[in-house]
Each structure stands twice: as structure tokens, then as C-alpha cells.
């Protein structure tokens, strides 16, 4: 039976498989138009579009006046997710990230063991924020179990580790439980960049147990712009919602990872 796959899609599939199996390693520059054009008999569009199914993957990036290459893929690291997270708003601690060596001449540029031996210790995690007060949309008054459009203060995080971007996060938090304290806005005040149960803790609410809801979706434009990547390409999302000791919903947040960069970990201990 012949192959009844589109042409563009069936060159890059065959692309995705070379750079799979390592018959085009990173940084290599893949075959170009008319290499492609005369392999598959293809048109100038048919193989353009092939070219943007494998950059959307991350497959592969455009270099202006040079051709497309293949990109990294690795994962960089880990981000641990566990009740032992330092108090910061990042609440993750970040596992198996070192920058990877300068290759030397004539060498292959790849990702080689992190010095730190894997504990994220030699990483600097910094972050820039900004906080409005806005409305809550329905799909946050939901998780938060308040009326949609209840008064919230929605702060948007961007993290960069070691300089480079790792993660995005936008939280919402009740105006109810929070204005007219020190600890209205995440970033000011005597409990400045400490994590919900830190800041929260501080006017008396205990904050004792959040859930996270994994997914994945295509990323949008800012947020592609902002992580490095094409848009569209998948990322982790991570919804994640704060209750205190009344079962109160009293923060809840969407982070933002990319999926071919970052894995997300957990660790999880058993009690008897």
C-alpha cells in the first residue's frame, strides 16, 4: 500500500526520524530547500511548510542568512516539586541544571553532567514581577470558589535560571483575604519574595496542603517569546491551588514550563 501521507509531512517526518536516530546531530543544518526539493520532487510551499511542522516540534531553528539547524532538544533538568521547596514563589527546587561547557575547537557542541553533580547548588534562580488588581474570570473564580469577577490581585512571575528563562507563572489571590496587610502585594513589604505559605502564614492563615493539575498545550506567542521557543510548541502546565486548614481556597496559579526543556518531578513520601 503506498504512503498516503502528505509530502510536506512525510518529509518531516523523515526529518524528525534523522534527527532522532542522530543522522543529523544538534547544530547540524539540514538539507536545504533545494537539497529537499529534488529528494521528495517537491514544490518551493510543499517544503516550507515541511520546515515549519519541524520547527513548531523544535526540531529545528532558523539562523537569518545562514539556513535552519537542529536544535538542542536535552531536557536541561528537573524541576522538583515537594512539601521540602524553599519558601520562594518559584516553590520548586531545580535538579540536574549546569550551563554546558564551551566545546573546544573541532569539538561537537552537547550537554555534559552538570558540576554540581546534578543538585542544581551552582544555579541562580531570579525573577521579575508585576502585580495588578483585577477581576477574576470564571475559570479562576472556580478553582478559587468565589463569583466571577470577585476582586483578586493577579501577579505575573517570569524565572530565569542562570540567566536563562525556565519558568512562567500567573497567580491570583483574594483581595478578601489579603488587603490592607503587609502581605497584599507578593513583592513588597517585610515578607517580600516569600513563598503563599510564608507571606500567609505571617497574618495568621496556615496554609496546609495545594493541589497541582498537570497538563500540556501549544504555547502562545508571548509565552513562546518569553520561554524561547516557536509558538505553538508544547509546554507544562501546571495549575496549582493553595488551601488553608478550612479547606479555603486562598491562592491558585497557572505555571508554565517548556516540555522539551524542563521535566517536572515529584517526590512523594508514604506515610503508614
Known amino acids: 500500500m503506498g504512503d498516503s501521507r502528505p509530502v510536506y509531512q512525510r518529509i518531516a517526518d523523515d526529518l524528525r526520524r534523522r534527527i532522532d536516530e542522530g543522522g543529523l546531530a544538534v547544530g547540524e543544518r539540514i538539507p536545504s530547500r533545494s537539497e529537499l526539493k529534488r529528494t521528495y520532487a517537491a514544490s518551493d510551499q510543499t517544503v516550507d511548510r515541511a520546515v515549519r511542522v519541524l520547527k513548531a516540534a523544535g526540531y529545528a531553528e532558523g539562523q537569518f542568512g545562514r539556513g535552519v539547524f537542529v536544535t538542542d532538544r536535552a531536557p536541561l533538568g528537573s524541576l522538583l516539586r515537594s512539601t521540602g521547596a524553599v519558601d520562594t514563589p518559584f516553590a520548586a527546587q531545580i535538579r540536574g541544571y549546569g550551563p554546558p561547557p564551551r566545546p573546544r575547537q573541532g569539538e561537537q557542541s552537547g550537554r555534559q553532567p552538570p558540576p554540581d553533580g546534578g543538585t542544581g547548588r551552582n544555579t541562580t534562580l531570579t525573577w521579575e514581577a508585576s502585580s495588578t488588581e483585577t477581576a477574576a474570570p ?12 470577585t476582586r483578586v490581585l493577579c501577579t505575573q512571575y517570569e524565572y530565569l535560571a542562570n540567566r536563562h528563562p525556565v519558568q512562567l507563572a500567573t497567580s491570583w489571590e483574594p483581595l478578601a483575604i489579603t488587603e490592607g496587610t503587609d502581605v497584599v502585594l507578593p513583592e513588597r513589604g517585610p515578607y517580600a519574595r516569600r513563598g503563599v505559605r510564608g507571606r500567609l502564614a505571617a497574618i495568621g492563615i496556615r496554609v496546609v496542603r495545594a493541589r497541582e493539575l498537570v497538563g500540556s498545550r501549544p504555547a502562545s506567542t508571548p509565552e513562546a517569546e518569553a520561554l524561547g521557543c516557536a509558538a505553538g510548541s508544547c509546554v507544562t502546565v501546571i495549575e496549582r491551588t493553595h488551601f488553608d486548614g478550612d479547606g479555603r481556597a486562598v491562592e491558585t496559579s497557572d505555571i508554565v514550563v517548556r516540555a522539551d526543556r524542563w521535566r517536572v518531578e515529584y517526590d512523594i513520601a508514604f506515610t503508614s
Request: hydrophobic fraction near 40%.
Open 138 to 149: 470564571e475559570r479562576i473564580a472556580q478553582r478559587l470558589h468565589i463569583g466571577a469577577g
